[in-house]
């Protein structure tokens, strides 16, 4: 049973430009979740993806945007992007809203 | 505003030497207490879900316990591969997840 997977595992992007990420969740999970995680700090949540639709949305700009397909994966973009955004980015997934499992996550370095 | 809390921010123990990770949390309401080990450079990996005060999970070295305010991860005759951080998170009012910073544990032997 493959758990949740995510790529690219690292990206390295110029200020200013445009990145997408990817996400598949858990075989049977129809919940996706994406945070940001920076060097030493706990997961910070941006948003939630359900039925396709962004559910919930924690306090991040405009900047950050997402969308889930009808098998349930997702992408993370992000636009115009500044040094502040790099950070290891997590998707997690669950179903019936309990544990959320977590993927590697991707790294992404803005330079 | 639901905030979580985790002391100490790293702790140092010999292989054998059992200890405990304190977990403070402030939520309205608690729907879930989360434990996470994540290794560097990984996603965390899920050890426990707690939701009610008095509760206990066990796993292997690690025993999770739960009190209105705060969760312990006590950790018993750890070996050098517990070393990794262990987040704690709390459901907050949207049904995301609001972590701690972390406690970076490292075991010698």
């Known amino acids: 049973d493959a758990g949740v997977t995510q790529s690219p595992t690292h990206l390295i992007k110029t200020r200013g430009q445009q990145v997408t990420l990817r996400c598949s969740p858990k075989?049977?999970?129809?919940?996706v979740s994406w945070y940001q995680q920076a060097l030493g700090q706990g997961p910070q949540f941006i948003f939630q993806y359900y039925e396709e639709e962004e559910r919930q949305r924690g306090n991040f700009p405009d900047r950050f945007s997402g969308h889930q397909f009808p098998n349930y994966s997702s992408e993370l973009n992000v636009n115009a992007l500044l040094l502040g955004d790099s950070a290891l980015y997590l998707c997690?997934?669950?179903?019936?809203?309990?544990?959320?499992?977590f993927g590697p996550g991707t790294r992404l370095t803005v330079t | 505003e639901d905030q979580v809390t985790q002391s100490p921010e790293a702790l140092r123990l010999q292989e054998g030497e059992s200890s405990s990770l304190n977990c403070s949390y402030t939520v309205s309401g608690l729907r879930g207490l989360f434990w996470y080990r994540q290794d560097p450079g990984k996603g965390p990996e899920f050890l426990f879900t707690l939701y009610s005060a008095g509760e206990e999970k066990e796993k292997e070295r690690l025993k999770a316990t739960l009190t209105k305010k705060e969760s312990f991860l006590h950790i018993t005759a750890p070996k050098p591969e517990d070393s990794a951080t262990y987040l704690c998170?709390?459901?907050?009012?949207?049904?995301?997840?609001?972590f701690g910073k972390g406690t970076k544990l490292s075991v010698k032997p």
């Open positions: 998170a709390v459901r907050g009012s949207q049904g995301n997840l609001i």
């Open positions: 075989s049977g999970h129809d919940t």
């Open positions: 997690a997934s669950t179903w019936g809203g309990d544990e959320q499992y």
